[in-house]
């Protein structure tokens, strides 16, 4: 299965060992699913997760290594056509264009709501611990 982690599940699956975002992102370093990636993606992971590096626990160094691994397993997209307004948070927007360039199963995302519009292109918005479900993660 091919998914897009929206940034939240990136952030909540490294500020927290117990939740479904951090099984989300163990699950992906054992292979059971694919990531698609985009250069502006990419980015905001970075500038998201060094902002809030000190409430995450984490130095510059390690966020440097997950975001190295993310690079290493996933699907990097290009994107040549932009969807815009598609989402209901315009910071979303490129987060449902890296979906349809891609073609995934789903965009993985705490914030459903804000992906409504995604439909209308034929793609699936789930939480985190809906799609565990879905690849049959049993803790």
């Not at 992906?28 to 902002?51: C, I, N, Q, T």
């Not at 397993?73 to 360039?101: H, N, T």
Request: glycine share 8%.
């Amino acid at each position: 299965m091919l998914v897009v982690l929206d940034t939240n599940v990136v952030r909540a699956g490294l500020r927290s060992r117990r939740g479904a975002s951090f099984a989300l992102l163990s699950e992906l370093r054992r292979g059971a699913f694919e990531v698609a990636l985009s250069v502006p993606l990419l980015l905001e992971y970075e500038d998201v997760l060094l902002r809030q590096s000190d409430e995450l626990g984490l130095k510059p160094e390690d966020i440097g290594h997950v975001l190295d691994f993310l690079c290493s397993v996933a699907r990097r997209q290009p994107i040549f056509y932009l969807w815009r307004p598609i989402a209901r948070d315009p910071g979303d927007d490129m987060v449902a264009e890296l979906a349809v360039a891609a073609g995934v199963d789903a965009i993985v995302t705490h914030n459903q709501r804000d992906f409504t519009g995604v439909s209308s292109l034929g793609l699936r918005v789930m939480s985190p611990q809906l799609f565990l479900r879905e690849i049959g993660y049993h803790p």
